[in-house]
């Protein structure tokens, strides 16, 4: 099994940057990548930013140019660096690992704000 723990949260003017980090940890040898999902109330959770163990990159169109992915040197963590902050860019981020046969884990989330 694989634990994750996301941080970095918290409440940003519009404009603003937020780093979030998630650390892995357990099984982490059967991470095959890594993605930051973010969620708002009565929505479905969505894709923000994927990125796989050789380092490929996929981003969705809404956060292109403002937001980037990256792993740790240890491949145990990744980051979300956001800039150029939007109100709604507000949601619950989900920090989400798949695994070696078909498995996945999910991040208990952190809660990103950005006020007008």
């Known amino acids: 099994q694989v634990q994750l723990v996301e941080s970095g949260g918290g409440l940003v003017q519009a404009g603003g940057s937020l780093r979030l980090s998630c650390a892995a940890s357990g099984s982490i040898f059967d991470i095959r990548g890594m993605s930051w999902y973010r969620q708002t109330p009565g929505n479905e959770r969505e894709l923000v930013a994927a990125i796989t163990n050789g380092g490929s990159t996929n981003y969705a169109d809404s956060v292109k140019g403002r937001f980037a992915i990256s792993r740790g040197n240890a491949k145990n963590t990744v980051y979300l660096q956001m800039n150029s902050l939007k109100p709604e860019d507000t949601a619950v981020y989900y920090c989400?690992?798949?695994?070696?046969?078909?498995?996945?884990?999910w991040g208990q989330g952190t809660q990103v704000t950005v006020s007008s």
């Open positions: 989400y690992a798949s695994l070696l046969g078909l498995l996945s884990s």
